[in-house]
């Protein structure tokens, strides 16, 4: 428990630290604790430290964890964001358990979770993923792409669309980091200008979490940096 209560306090940190430096609010930037493939004990350690965003990546272990807690510590009022790639077959399990996804980049998944979620539940909130550095292996839009899409979610009832999201191609040197999220930045403030909900920026990791923040950022996704290495998968 103690590392992991201490790991969120630097993070929380250099969160700090980065806003201030460029001006914004520490709290304009929300902390999403990345649990992919990391028991319920480190989870329940992160819940005791405060947290209360987590980011899941496989469907049927993020839900397997969002039953638990539900379960055990439904006082906790964890919100769940899926953050990995959506399969068609795994749209009602998403639908049905998670409080955000960001990672939508086609508009048959975004009909197909609008259709399925509850309607008990409020709208799913999601982010329209954008491949920014243009990586054949990773998913995504061009930016155009995506804000064409984003016009067409604002159509489905059962989602509330966000904003973007996107995982640029691993940077070390600080302004490379910084120019990979410009061309996302941007196209987040032109989108704000005419889309009242439209108010998330998801970008920024344990690596380049700093630029992200100087570049816009309001969602910071960081796993490595609060439970340590990523389990192989």
């Excluded at 930037?29 to 987590?54: C, H, N, Y």
């Amino acid at each position: 428990m103690c590392h992991i209560k201490n790991n969120i306090q630097q993070v929380r940190e250099q969160i700090d630290h980065a806003s201030q430096k460029c001006g914004r609010l520490a709290d304009s930037v929300q902390l999403i604790a990345v649990s992919k493939t990391k028991p319920i004990e480190a989870i329940a350690d992160a819940i005791t430290a405060g947290q209360r965003a987590f980011g899941e990546n496989y469907v049927q272990e993020g839900v397997e964890k969002v039953n638990y807690f539900a379960e055990h510590h439904p006082e906790a009022r964890i919100e769940w964001h899926f953050i990995g790639p959506i399969q068609s077959n795994k749209t009602r399990l998403i639908a049905e358990h998670f409080d955000w996804v960001h990672s939508v980049d086609r508009l048959k998944i975004a009909k197909r979770l609008s259709d399925q979620r509850p309607a008990h539940l409020p709208p799913l909130n999601v982010l329209v993923q954008v491949n920014t550095s243009g990586e054949a292996s990773k998913s995504g839009l061009t930016v155009d792409n995506a804000i064409a899409l984003i016009e067409d979610i604002q159509a489905l009832p059962g989602l509330n669309v966000r904003g973007l999201m996107s995982i640029p191609q691993p940077e070390t040197d600080y302004q490379r980091q910084c120019a990979a999220f410009e061309p996302l930045s941007n196209a987040f403030h032109a989108l704000r200008e005419r889309t009242e909900s439209i108010d998330t920026l998801s970008m920024g990791m344990s690596g380049d979490m700093e630029a992200a923040i100087a570049c816009g950022s309001t969602m910071v996704r960081v796993g490595t940096a609060i439970f340590g290495a990523r389990d192989n998968r």
